[in-house]
Every structure is written in structure tokens, then in C-alpha cells.
């Protein structure tokens, strides 16, 4: 570690009481009061007399009047001439001490503090060049197992395990689960041609929620899906329509049958054989349907309260559901939270299916609005890369905004966020057969309202919602008051804004085009209408499909009869979500890792 980065750690508070000890305060501030031990004292008030930074040195001198000795701790370079590696020397001076026993118990100390230090420092080097990575699976409605979709979705993405791709199952720590548990993924090279410098290590995590959704009646989902029935064909999304248009006519049909039949009896009561023959009709029909729900009334009501319940009992903000909708999200903040705070990840990716897709993207924003404005005081900040998003989002011609490549904005964003000690690790979410695509009828009364909550920031876009200066300049960003660690003022620290997500996390959505009746994924969809350009929407393409093409569930699915992708190159569905995920990502990590404070991995 350079003389350069290893004073401005040294130096920090937080740091002093780690190699130094508790109690401990020294200000790299000339003139100022500190607090450091003496040889009779395990604490002694001492007068900063020196504090200078030259020619790639730190020096700090103070005097103790107590005791009369002096106090010297000076970091320099001390360039290694075989590897031409940066190092430093911390050299401590403790003068004018009296006494045999003072200079035993000062040596002593200070050997220890010393021994402190560079454990700390080596902790540090390990975790910049073993960088870890976390990727957390989000299942969709039904009534999931824990750890079935996580186990089937390890098996897709990294493949079975061999002596080459060896994994771990572990008690998953972070969540308040019992029942879940983590995968861990042993770091591996990059497949011969890519790019990326290998898999860091990687630990995959479920976020479980189907417990939190229990006890739905079929009445719930009936008026959930009665409020969608009755919505504007115009707000409809076109492949949709038919099949709104259908239960329609079924319902009107069954209506006007029954007005029929009631005008009937009443225009002719003097015919009762008719009126007899036409209720014999009915009651037939009513029997034969009798016998037909009995058949279908268990899986039915399972299909109305245990599959389409969970997404009426989500979506639709009514006192009963607000309460359940809350367990689900506060589940995924804390995750996400405890990922953030234990120090232990580089980077998070969220995958999410159906209506996972839907929590993730309600966690990933409450998430954000939690950790967006935390920094570390940093010596020193850029804002450069965020300046960059805020500037691609001005309206230009549509050649110049062509030649725009937004993921690099964004992915360049993420890491002066993280170079500027801020803490958010979310890098990707990549959503797949996503009912976000029909966000206006799920998540809003209307189109015109669902357009206000996204310009009022309440639902973040990808780009996000910037508000324009009066010289005309979008921003999505405001500044704080920041201070440098001797209490002086440095100016403002920009942060993101409450919508501002995505600029920093990058957005992709898989999805099997719809087709048909139910071919494809009837649920899912493109995105980019509904919530921004800067998602990249991807058809794909499932090895082997379902009943009459029904794919909805096929994003993962790697049986073995499914046999090799033949269609069209770039669209094999478990290549798309590989390449989605960006898991080889260890060059980049261990490149961040370098550039970031030393500090922050404290």
C-alpha cells in the first residue's frame, strides 16, 4: 500500500482506534488537541505541534506537557525495487521518555499497535484481490418450496456441479429465514474467449415470499381481476384485447340469457309446458354444470387463491393487502441491507421471475432510497461519471442519442459511486417474464396516473426523471454538505436523487414473445414503454415450450430432454440469462477494489 493511501487511513478516526486503541484522537490538523497514550499513562492530553504532508510523507509530531515526552508517527514511501510495487514505512518516535520501565512499556505498545496495523492492512489486500460477488433469485407466484427455485436456478446458470465447478450449500445468515439457505460458487476462469477475468466467488441467495401470502379467498382475486375486466380497451395492451373481448362476451352472454328467459315466462305466463321445457333446459344446464365444478372448483379455487392470489393480494393496495405486501418488501430491504453492511460483497445482482420481478423492483427502489445518500467521508470525490448520466439526458437528435451506449453510463456511474465510498452494490436487475409490462394496469388506476407517478418519482424509470435548471440542464443529483476529517468545509457531495436508481443499476428484461392463445409468455413482455429506453428488452427463445407453446415457466428450465438450442443465434434462453447476469466480472472487481479507499473495507 502506497505512503499516499496508507496516511490518509491512518489517520482517520475510525481507524485510530482500530491499530491505536479505544479512546484514542489524533487530528492531522496542526494547533489541535489530541488524545493518545503515554509511557505513565494509558491516556494523556497531547498539543499537535506538526502535521505536514511532503514529497509522499506523512508527518505528525505531538507533545504531551504532562509527561514532557513527544510523540512522532511518520508514514513514507518505500518503493520495492524488485516488483515496483508501492510501499510505505510507518516508523514511531516517542521522546524524552523517563525511565527503563517507561521505554519497556512504550516499546511494547506501540510493537503491538504496529502488529495491529498490519494485520488490518493485509485484511485489506486480501479483500481487494478476492473479490466476492452475491446474486439473489426471486421466485414468481405459486406455492414455491424454499430453495426450489434456487437450486434449479443454480443448476441453469452455473451448470451441474463437477470437480471443476465445485459449490457449497450454507445457512443463509442474512435472512430472517430459517428454511433458506445459500450457495456458495468457487471462483472460476472465464470460458476460453471471453472477456472478464474470471467468476469471483459467488454466493447465491433466494428471497422466500410465498409464505407471506397465505390465506387468500377467491373473492379477493374475483375483484381484483373485475377491476381489470372493466378498465378502458384502449389502456389494454393489443395481444391482451382478444382474450379481454372474450370473457366479455361470455359475461354479457350469460347476462342477456338469463334477461331472455326472464322477459319469456313473464310475456307468456299462460304457457307453461314452454316455460316447463325451457326450465327443464336450464335445470339440465345447471346440473351439467353442477358436475363439471365439482371437477374443477379444487384446482380451480388452488389456481384463483394459490397462483393469481399472490399477484391480486401484491398489486391491488387495499387495507387487507397493504399489511402483506409490506412483510414481502421489508424481507427484501433487509437483505439487501445486511448484504450491504456485512462488507463482504463487491457486487449484487438481482434475477427476478413473474411476479418476482415486481418485488424486486419495489425492494431495489425502497432499498435505494435507504443507503443512496451514506458515504465515508472521502478525501477525495469525483462526480464526473454521474455528471455524464445526467448529461445523456438531454434531449438530443435522435443520430446523436444512437450513438448513446447507456450500460456503460450506467456501469461507469456505479463505480465512481463506489470510488466516492458510497455503499450501493446493486450493479444489475434482470427481469424475466415480467407482468411490468403491463405496469398501467397493475400498478395504477389509469395510464394518465401511472404516467404521474412515474414523473412525480414514485415509480423510478430507467433512465430516471430529471428536473431541468433554468440554463435548461437535467439533473438528477443535488449536493450535501461535506466536510474534510479536520472539520473544515470542502463543499457539497453529490448524491442521486430518490429516483435515480437507474442510474447506476442496469436494467435487463427476458421474455418469450407471446403468440397464439397462451404460446409464449402471455404474462410477460417488453418493458421499455412502460419504464424506459434504457432497458434492454430480449426475446428469447425456450428449447422446448409447454402446453400449446406456454413458456412462462421455461426461463431456467435445462432438463435434459430438452436437448440443444436450435433457433436463432443469440436468443437460447439460458445464454441470454448468462450473459445478462455478467457474472465473469473479476477484473473489473479486483480494478474497483484498487481504486476504492482503503478505508471502506474496514
Known sequence: ??????????????????????????????GALATAPAPDSPLAQYLVTQATYAEGAFTLTADCEASGTSLTIRIAPAPDPATAAERSVVRVTVGHIRGATGVRSSLAFWQSALNRLGMIVQAIRRRRNSPKQALIVIHGIGEQQPGQTLM??????????????????????????????KVTIKAAASPPGAAGGGRPTTDVYELYWAHLVRDTTPGQVLGWMRNILSRKLAEVPEHLRPHILVVRTLMVGAFLAVGWFSFVAALHPGRPAGILAAGGVVAAAMALLGVVLKRLIKPGTKLL????GDAARYFE????NVARRQEIREAGVRLLERMHESGEYQRIVVAAHSLGSAIAYDMLTFAWNRLRQQHGDPDHASFGALGAVESALMPKRAEAAAALAPRDLQYAAWQEHRTNSQPWLVTDLVTMGSPLTHAHLLMARSKDSFSSMKKDRILPTCP???????????????????????????????VPNHGALFALTRWTNL??????????????????????DWIVDRPVQARKAGFMGFAHTRYWAVDDRDGAYIGKPGEDHLDCLREALDLYSASRLRDLAAARPAFTYL
Open 464 to 494: 430516471p426523471q430529471a428536473e431541468f435548471t433554468a440554463t435548461g440542464h437535467p439533473r438528477i443529483s443535488y449536493a450535501l454538505p461535506d466536510r474534510s476529517m479536520d472539520g473544515s468545509f470542502r463543499g457539497g457531495f453529490l
Open 317 to 320: 393496495p387495499k387495507p387487507d
Open 1 to 30: 500500500m502506497g505512503s499516499a493511501e496508507l496516511g490518509a487511513l491512518l489517520f482517520r478516526p475510525e481507524m485510530i482506534e482500530k491499530w491505536i486503541g479505544p479512546g484514542v484522537v489524533l487530528p492531522f490538523r496542526q
Open 152 to 181: 434449479e436456478f443454480v443448476r441453469a446458470v452455473f451448470g451441474a456441479e463437477s470437480s471443476q465447478t465445485p459449490r457449497w450449500v450454507k445457512p443463509d445468515v442474512l435472512s430472517d429465514s430459517f428454511e433458506t439457505r
Open 511 to 532: 421474455y418469450f414473445p407471446f403468440h397464439g392463445i397462451i404460446g409464449g409468455d402471455p404474462v410477460g413482455g417488453p418493458l421499455k414503454e412502460n419504464f424506459g
Open 305 to 308: 387463491t394459490g397462483h393469481l
